[in-house]
């Protein structure tokens, strides 16, 4: 009999690329298949890779059966910044692409989905600081439209066809091993690579423009708590609230200034900034903690001293 099976798509990027590794370390390299679009040579990595475009539904049924995968963990998608330019096909990718993996666990042929939800799904009318689990949800990019409309779809899966999917509402993600791509929050990683590479930094964002962010260790904990919760513990679908830290890019630049002493940051804002001020400052994850455990451990003060240190030895430096 063939061993079930874990599915990432998107892994090559932000959160993929490390959720992969800790999911080999607890369930073993062959029971783990990435998948992304990008072609196999261009791909440098130690295990089983898919090449897979989520839009592609029967190349996504092939791969499920080729590896008799189970769990999906459904990562691919275009980010808020790159959505607002492209519209059309954010919402296609974001949309149709979870609506195949739900079909997909309606049918059975797959047992458990998790899918990240985000910040984005709140709006200039939700309350901005300690933003519950149920305000008034007023997107106001088509990220945040399909992020909140793919919640709506997962309760109603959840509720008709008792589909095992499980979410998160991530806030920013800050990591050093893959950059983030096209997302609001990304300055937060961007910075410190040019606080390395050139001491100084251009930020998007306005400096007092307060978000809501987690370091990656305290996102992939998440993931794991969440899903390796007993579903009888979990009551209706909700995509839980995560809060972690909140600061702004001149707190940031002064936690960096303590390591760099000459970096400078300076502003120049574009189109981000009005998606940045639709979004909660800060946000009460009390619901995650009482559930199922979520409990970040990761400051700005010890985020910034593993991010310099590590995008030092990555960038040479
Ligand atoms: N990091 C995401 C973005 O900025 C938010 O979920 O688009």
């Known amino acids: 009999m063939k061993t079930d099976t ?8 932000q959160i993929g690329s490390e959720l992969a590794e ?15 679009i990008r072609d196999p040579k261009d791909v440098n ?30 990562l691919a998608a275009l980010l808020s910044g790159t959505a607002e330019k492209n519209p059309m096909f954010g919402w296609k990718l974001n949309m149709d692409t979870l609506l195949t993996f739900l079909e997909l666990a309606k049918d059975k042929i797959i ?48 509720q008709n066809h008792n589909v095992d999917v499980r979410s998160v509402r991530f806030p920013g993600l800050i990591s050093w091993k893959t950059p983030a791509g096209g997302g609001t929050t990304d300055y937060a990683v961007d910075i410190y690579y040019k606080a ?13 423009t307060y978000l809501p962010m987690l370091y990656m260790d305290d996102a992939i904990d998440a993931i794991l708590k ?19 830290l909140s600061f ?14 000459e970096f400078e940051i300076s502003y120049e804002t574009d189109f981000r900034q009005a998606i940045a001020d639709s979004w909660p400052s800060s946000i009460d994850d009390t619901e995650a903690k009482t559930d199922w455990g979520f409990e970040p451990k990761n400051s ?13 030895i990555k960038l040479n430096k």
């Open 111 to 158: 047992d458990k989905i998790f899918w990240p939800s985000s910040i984005g799904v709140f709006g200039p009318d939700t309350p901005k600081d300690n933003t519950p689990q149920n305000p008034i949800q007023t997107p106001s990019t088509v990220y945040g439209i399909s992020k909140l409309s793919g919640e709506y779809w997962c309760k109603w899966y959840q």
């Open 22 to 36: 800790k999911l080999k370390t607890i369930y073993g390299k062959n029971n783990v298949i990435i998948s992304d």
């Open 45 to 74: 990595y130690d295990g089983i890779y898919e090449v897979i475009d989520v839009l592609d539904v029967e190349r996504i049924k092939e791969v499920i059966h080729k590896h008799n995968v189970k769990t999906v963990y459904h």
């Open 226 to 244: 969440l899903m390796a919760t007993d579903n009888n513990e979990l009551n209706e679908f909700k995509s839980y609230n995560l809060g972690g």
């Open 196 to 208: 390395i590479e050139n001491k100084k930094y251009t930020c998007f964002l306005e400096e007092n």
């Open 248 to 261: 702004s890019p001149k707190e940031l630049s002064i936690e960096i200034k303590k390591h760099i002493p």
């Open 300 to 312: 700005i003060e010890k985020m910034t001293e593993i991010m310099l240190t590590n995008l030092k």
């Open 6 to 13: 874990i599915l990432i798509t998107g892994a090559l990027g």
